[in-house]
């Protein structure tokens, strides 16, 4: 196997780990920011695995399972930024996304050519869905938020989606794999290291520590 694949297969493990560490602050808070970040590790983690197992095999289905849990990871991912809206609406949405994006995915899978185009345009969506908007939200809110350590985890976690969805895309569109595979490793552990700083900051304080 090649060094690329190796990669792909260890950040898919990375993320799997990262996101069994965000499960017990997600059950403990019960928090929508920990449970965007916790699908993105998810879906990125079936992605990032597929993506080698396809690279290595050269077997397109792999490549579609891919794709495919990106698009529905999104659809998720989606339901963050609309926090505001009552969940009737939220629930509306999510739906209707998650059945357009399902929609697409079997339109590119009916011919041979589309299928080969499925992974570009993946990318283009995942960039733009889940890194700009997604990822964009969670730092503009991270921005407006008073208490300190939950504006950590929001930078940190935003960042992380950024750093994955657009830099690390951007780069694996424009061919700098090795870059795409760094800045892969990079957005769990901004994530990870963030929730882990921020949450040990609140216990110390709800201690009285300083």
């Given amino acids: 196997m090649t060094l690329l694949v190796y990669l792909m297969f260890a950040a898919g493990i990375f993320y799997l780990i990262c996101a069994g560490y965000v499960y017990k602050p997600l059950r403990e808070e019960k928090n929508e920011l920990i449970g965007a970040l ?7 983690a079936i992605n990032m695995f597929f993506m080698g197992l396809e690279m290595y ?7 579609n399972i891919a794709s495919l849990a990106v698009f529905i990871g999104s659809a998720y991912m989606l339901k963050f930024p609309l926090s505001s809206l009552s969940e009737k609406a939220r629930t509306m949405i999510f739906r209707t996304v998650l059945i357009v994006v399902i929609l697409a995915f079997i339109w590119f899978i ?31 809110q991270g921005l407006g938020i008073t208490d300190r350590w939950n504006r950590v985890k929001a930078l ?7 750093a994955c969805c657009v830099v690390a895309n951007g ?32 216990r110390k304080s709800q201690h009285g520590i300083v």
């Fill in 171 to 202: 780069a694996m569109i424009t061919g700098a794999m090795i870059t795409s595979s760094f800045f892969g490793f990079v957005a769990p552990l901004l994530i990870t290291l963030s929730l882990m700083y921020a949450r040990k900051k609140q």
């Fill in 57 to 63: 095999t050269h077997n397109m289905v792999y490549s």
């Fill in 156 to 162: 940190g976690g935003g960042s992380g989606i950024i």
């Fill in 110 to 140: 009916q011919t041979e050519k589309r299928e080969m185009q499925l992974m570009h345009f993946t990318l283009w969506y995942d960039l733009i869905i889940n890194g700009l908007i997604v990822g964009g939200f969670i730092i503009v």
């Fill in 38 to 44: 916790f699908t993105f590790l998810i879906y990125q």
